[in-house]
């Protein structure tokens, strides 16, 4: 238990305090209207807890350091963890850096990190407080702090070398993150040591390293080539420098495919767009067109050749019963009866009312109506007949029995005509 200690200047001005006489003022009076004297004023601390609940005094505790209970993870209270440890910042964040190459001989990459981040908290916890003329740079205006209380200035001799060991625990840590695989972690790392020292060949090469594995080339080319402007010879660039070039050649091949395969899609768009148009074919989107996966309007058999014919998905209706059938590609050559042959029967018509003779198909018109599709007629004469239109690349077309075909389109009007405000 540690034993606050009342020292002679404390004592002294207690004394001062309780000897003045109270100031002339009023009074508050007891309940026999006599003044009673004013107690003492509160300490700052016993203030600034005046008049809170328990929970309001606990949750402001929890804020500091010394009582959180759950510490949030951050340069701040991780440094003040690490500083628990007995010695100066920098015996303490040499003995975790000695303690990560530990873990990194045996490739122990996460542990290897964690120690390497406890001694750069440290070491940056240093940094922070020094003022910016100390670390040879223009000063900043918001770097005002010293030392602190009662701790003797790091000498130049002291501040250089825990630079060095921090430069080195930033490299460190950058290995480690390599090897992870956490790329944007370890060219930052990489950014840090070189911002101590800009001639650090290793932190350019894992930096590169990094750049690359996430097809950064051009960042990597430029990281590698200043390290081996600085060594010329290094062997670790040089090779990483054939990657480099090996990864350019691959990524121009693959954007050069992909140029390619953009510029096809286009060239097949403006075919079909023209197929379309001159077969007075009509055609709209919706906002919210169905997924279909690979199912389009297209050129078959061959989507280069303006010559070939138009195939579109096709989306069969039965109304009467609530079913539906997709037909993925209705050639505009075909009739309803080429691929109603092939659908019916349909294995719910336990009634057997859907056959090729017995159902009547409709489409719905641009002006709002619906015609009657004929079984024998070709889709190219339904759609090039300026009465219908393609929505959202899909032909839609109603299937009914004979007998309940009437009753249907009846109903099916005068819904049409309420949704239409007619």
Request: a negative charge; glycine letters at 6%; hydrophobic letters at 35%.
């Amino acid at each position: 238990m540690h034993i606050e200690e009342i020292t002679d200047e404390v004592a002294a001005k207690l004394q001062v305090s309780s000897d003045s006489p109270q100031q002339d003022g009023p009074k508050d009076k007891g309940d026999d209207g006599k003044p009673v004297m004013a107690g003492p004023e509160l300490s700052p601390g016993r203030a600034m807890t005046h008049r809170k609940t328990v929970d309001e005094v606990y949750a402001e505790l929890k804020q500091s350091p010394f009582f959180m209970t759950d510490l949030e993870e951050n340069d701040e209270t991780e440094a003040l963890k690490a500083m628990a440890y007995e010695g100066s910042p920098l015996d303490v964040a040499t003995d975790f850096k000695n303690k990560g190459n530990e873990c990194f001989k045996v490739k122990g990459w996460w542990d290897a990190k964690e120690f390497y981040t406890k001694g750069i908290l440290v070491l940056a916890a240093e940094e922070r407080k020094r003022p910016a003329v100390a670390k040879g740079e223009t000063p900043a205006p918001m770097i005002t702090s010293g030392p602190e209380e009662g701790e003797e200035p790091a000498g130049v001799e002291e501040i250089q070398e825990q630079r060095k060991v921090l430069e080195v625990s930033y490299v460190n840590r950058a290995a480690c993150h390599l090897e992870l695989k956490n790329y944007r972690s370890c060219w930052l790392d990489c950014a840090g040591a070189l911002r101590l020292n800009p001639r650090n060949v290793k932190a350019f090469y894992r930096s590169a390293r990094a750049l690359l594995a996430v097809d950064r080339v051009a960042e990597a080319d430029d990281a590698c080539a200043r390290g081996l402007a600085l060594d010329e010879q290094n062997a670790a660039l040089r090779f990483v420098a054939r990657d480099i070039i090996k990864r350019q050649e691959l990524v121009v091949g693959k954007q050069r495919k992909e140029d390619e395969r953009a510029a096809r899609e286009k060239r097949r768009e403006v075919l079909l767009k023209a197929a379309l148009q001159a077969r007075s074919i009509a055609t709209r989107s919706t906002e919210k067109p169905p997924e279909m996966e690979d199912a389009k309007i297209q050129l078959v058999p061959d989507p280069d050749d303006p010559r070939s014919a138009v195939s579109f998905p096709a989306l069969l209706l039965y109304p009467a019963d609530y079913e539906t059938d997709f037909i993925k590609a209705f050639n505009e050559t075909e009739t309803l009866a080429d691929h109603l042959g092939y659908v019916f029967p349909l294995p719910w018509d336990r009634k057997g009312e859907y056959t090729l003779a017995n159902v009547e198909c409709y489409m719905d018109t641009v002006s709002g109506g619906i015609i009657k599709v004929g079984k024998k007629v070709s889709l190219l004469k339904v759609l090039s007949s300026n009465n219908v239109e393609v929505v959202d690349q899909v032909v839609r077309l109603f299937v009914l029995p004979k007998a309940k075909a009437e009753g249907w389109l009846q109903k099916y009007k005068e819904e049409k005509a309420k949704r239409m405000g007619r």
